[in-house]
């Protein structure tokens, strides 16, 4: 089973900052992998699609890439609605979620 | 608007089954596979079931094999997961998804408690 692990697990940062968020897998998965925001209370939310496709509807401040087994979130400028808990997942070999990013204001 | 609408939680007592529902609407249901996924109280989550579109063919992770049977009535737009011999370990929020997980049910509390 391929295995997905996010870094760091919780992270502080302030309005305005760029934030990267990162996942890695055990083994190569070919760009097969979605982020998801999760808000306290809600369903998961998808965010980005195969890597680097933002969702409709979805803000422009948000843009994933990699490939292979590492890759990365990217809010260009956090804004204080981003609080919440993110989720890479991946789909090239069964499916697996990482274990999540806990997203905090500073 | 696609609308995912679960149904059927609740608390059981360990050993003892449960059905959960899911409700779809605002898309062709019969042309989707779906699945399901559950979290934890405050962990993370992880897929449960899948199902094709005819439902034909079904996918189980290992913990839940054996015990868990999904399936839809694509007439009713309505997907299912029949729980049986529930333990401690399947206490946890289950969500509806299309199989491309991009659209998401509220969930629903399934609490397996003495």
């Known amino acids: 089973d391929i295995q997905m692990t996010q870094s760091p697990s919780v992270l502080s940062a302030s309005v305005g900052d760029r934030v990267t968020l990162s996942c890695k897998a055990s083994?190569?998965?070919?760009?097969?992998l979605d982020w998801y925001q999760q808000k306290l209370g809600e369903a998961p939310k998808l965010l980005i699609y195969?890597?680097?496709n933002l969702q409709t509807g979805i803000p422009s401040r948000f843009s994933g890439s990699g490939s292979g087994t590492d890759y990365t979130l990217t809010i260009s400028s956090l804004q204080p609605e981003d609080v919440a808990t993110y989720f890479c997942?991946?789909?090239?070999?069964?499916?697996?979620f990482g274990g999540g990013t806990k997203l905090e204001l500073k | 608007e696609v609308q995912l609408v679960e149904s059927g939680g609740g608390l059981v007592q360990p050993g003892r089954s449960l059905k959960l529902s899911c409700a779809a609407s605002?898309?062709?249901?019969?042309?989707?596979?779906m699945a399901w996924v559950r979290q934890a109280p405050t962990k993370g989550l992880e897929w449960v079931a899948y199902?094709?579109?005819?439902?034909?063919?079904?996918y189980y992770r290992d913990s839940v094999k054996g015990r868990f049977t999904i399936s839809r009535d694509n007439a009713k737009s309505t997907l299912y997961l029949q729980m049986d011999s529930l333990r401690s370990e399947d206490t946890a929020t289950y969500y509806c998804?299309?199989?491309?997980?991009?659209?998401w049910g509220q969930g629903v509390m399934v609490t397996v408690s003495s």
């Open positions: 199902i094709s579109t005819g439902g034909g063919s079904t």
């Open positions: 997942f991946q789909y090239n070999s069964g499916w697996t």
């Open positions: 605002g898309f062709t249901f019969s042309n989707y596979y």
């Open positions: 083994q190569n998965i070919n760009k097969n």
């Open positions: 998804t299309t199989g491309s997980f991009d659209y």
């Open positions: 195969f890597t680097n």
